[in-house]
C-alpha cells in the first residue's frame, strides 16, 4: 500500500492564482481531512470528509474548497492564493469513528508571493 | 484555536535519557493522541489513550491522562538520537463520530549523543 500520497511537494503560486492539492489514499478509509502548519504551531483543520459525497468546515476553512466524489481522493482547492495561505499542508485519512489513529501525508510546502 | 497547549517547547537531553513532554488541553475529549514529526515529513501516530484510561504503555513510550486537570505527559524512556524530532499532542473531542483533532504546537526533542 501506497499510504497517503499528496502531489505537488513543493509550489510556488502568485497572490490571486488558484490551484489544487492532490491527495489520493489507497486504505479504503472513509474519513480524509486537511490541515495546514504553519512555523511553530500544530496542525489546524482546514476541511474534513467522512465519506464520498459528504464534507465539512474545520477550524480555517476560508479560501479553500474541498469536495469527495470517490473514497480515496480528496482535492483542496486554492480559489485566489494570498500570502496568508504560505504553509505547509497536510492531508490524512483514517477509519470513521473516535480512536482510529490517523495516516498523514508528507505534506505540500507552498509559498504565495 | 489551539486546544493543547505543550511543555516545553524545546528539550535537549542525552542519549540514553529519558524524555518527559506535557499537554495541557481546554475542554473535555474523547481521547488524546500522540503523534511524532521529524523535520520536512508528515505526522507519524505514536499512540492513543482514551478518556476512560490512565496510563498506556507502548514500548519505550508511556502515556498518562488526567482528565481532572486536563493534561497528558508522554515518557520517552532508554533516549536514542533517532528520537529526536517534534512531538505533538491532539484531542478529539468530536461528538459526531468525525475525528476532528485538535493539535498542540509541539515539543522539539533534540538527543544528543
Known amino acids: 500500500n501506497a499510504g497517503v500520497t499528496q502531489t505537488p511537494k513543493f509550489q510556488v503560486l502568485k497572490t490571486g492564482q488558484s490551484m489544487t492539492l492532490q491527495c489520493a489514499q489507497d486504505m479504503n478509509h472513509e474519513y480524509m481531512s486537511w490541515y495546514r502548519q504553519d512555523p511553530g504551531m500544530g496542525l489546524r483543520l482546514i476541511h474534513y470528509?467522512?465519506?464520498?459525497?459528504?464534507?465539512d468546515q474545520g477550524e480555517v476553512p476560508n479560501g479553500y474548497n474541498v469536495s469527495r466524489s470517490t473514497t480515496e481522493d480528496f482535492p483542496l482547492r486554492l480559489l485566489s492564493a494570498a500570502p496568508s495561505q504560505t504553509s505547509v499542508y497536510f492531508c490524512?485519512?483514517?477509519?470513521?469513528?473516535?480512536?482510529?489513529?490517523?495516516?498523514f501525508g508528507p505534506g505540500t510546502r507552498l509559498t504565495v508571493t | 484555536s489551539q486546544q493543547g497547549e505543550e511543555d516545553p517547547q524545546a528539550l535537549s537531553i542525552q542519549e540514553g535519557e529519558n524524555a518527559t513532554m506535557n499537554c495541557s488541553y481546554k475542554?473535555?475529549?474523547?481521547?488524546l493522541q500522540w503523534y511524532r514529526q521529524n523535520s520536512g515529513r508528515g505526522l507519524v501516530h505514536l499512540i492513543l489513550?482514551?478518556?476512560?484510561?490512565r496510563e498506556k504503555h507502548s514500548g519505550r513510550l508511556r502515556v498518562t491522562l488526567d482528565t481532572s486537570k486536563k493534561s497528558s505527559s508522554l515518557l520517552i524512556t532508554a533516549s536514542r538520537a533517532a528520537d529526536t524530532a517534534s512531538y505533538f499532542c491532539?484531542?478529539?473531542?468530536?461528538?459526531?463520530?468525525?475525528?476532528?483533532?485538535?493539535f498542540g504546537q509541539g515539543t522539539r526533542l533534540t538527543i544528543n549523543p
Open positions: 490524512a485519512s483514517s477509519l470513521v469513528g473516535s480512536s482510529n489513529e490517523q495516516y
Open positions: 475542554t473535555s475529549i474523547n481521547n
Open positions: 489513550i482514551r478518556s476512560n484510561e
Open positions: 470528509s467522512v465519506g464520498a459525497g459528504i464534507t
Open positions: 491532539a484531542t478529539d473531542a468530536s461528538d459526531q463520530g468525525a475525528q476532528k483533532l485538535v
